[in-house]
């Protein structure tokens, strides 16, 4: 019979819908959390015999997840996961990594008491490892929309027996950010992070979004010393120009078809000279 081996493995809660409300004389503030949880460590018994005695159970996680909303309250996404990540680590003998994951759900105040409205916009992100190598924190946001209007061309491409779309000089650019960014130690200014990303969309004359996304992940590491590096991915959300000609109507950029798929997709990484790749990099899964 063959003899088998476990590979790389780990557990947790996912997806823990956390809603806190700080209530005061000025009015309540509101944070809106998805929050995740993995773990490894000596948890190989669990998978080859059923043996549970080192197994934290994923309901206790989402309780501490809730007690420490409560307890130590929520100052940023990064400072709390950071601290379920250590907390997991240094009081679980049997837990050696920790790897926390939160997405912040934006609320606006509209009277300036209790009323809020729930954004469409962005989702801010953190996640954070911690092990024998630290406490590592990749911020980031996903879902931030963004359009302009021309300033954008795409010509000089590759073309053979399928290629069937025209060049262009002038084109509605428009994309929906996912973004990293990865720090040596502790979060970065996610604010000024964020305003880095959109102001170089907006500066950038585009030949092509590969070069806007190597101007967004520049852009950052400029405006944010700290910064390693900038993770970017970047559907090309398509917007075609409708031939009008058919109704005898002439079409001078004005009226398009907003495609949401097939889209392209592109994706890359923007850091500093010999930043290396670190550990938990590879925890990919």
Known sequence: MPTFELGPNQYGKAETRLVRVERGAG???ITDLNVSVAL???LAASHLTGDNAAVLPTDTQKNTVYAFAREFGIDDIETFAARLAEHFVSSQPSVHEARVAVEQYPWQDV?????FR???GEVRTATVHHGHYGTRTVSGVTGLVLLKTTDSEFHGYVRDRYTTLPETRDRILATSVDATWR???GPADGAKARAALVEAFADTYSYALQQTLFAMGSRVLE???DVLEVKLSLP???????DLAPFGLDNPNEVYFAADRPYGLIEGVVRRPGVAIPEEVAWTF
């Open 236 to 242: 090309n959300r398509h917007h075609f120009l409708v």
């Open 111 to 115: 009277d300036g008491r209790h009323t």
């Open 118 to 120: 729930r954004d469409g």
């Open 27 to 29: 009015g309540d503030r």
């Open 183 to 185: 720090t040596a130690a």
């Open 40 to 42: 490894r460590g000596d």
């Open 223 to 225: 405006a944010c010393p």
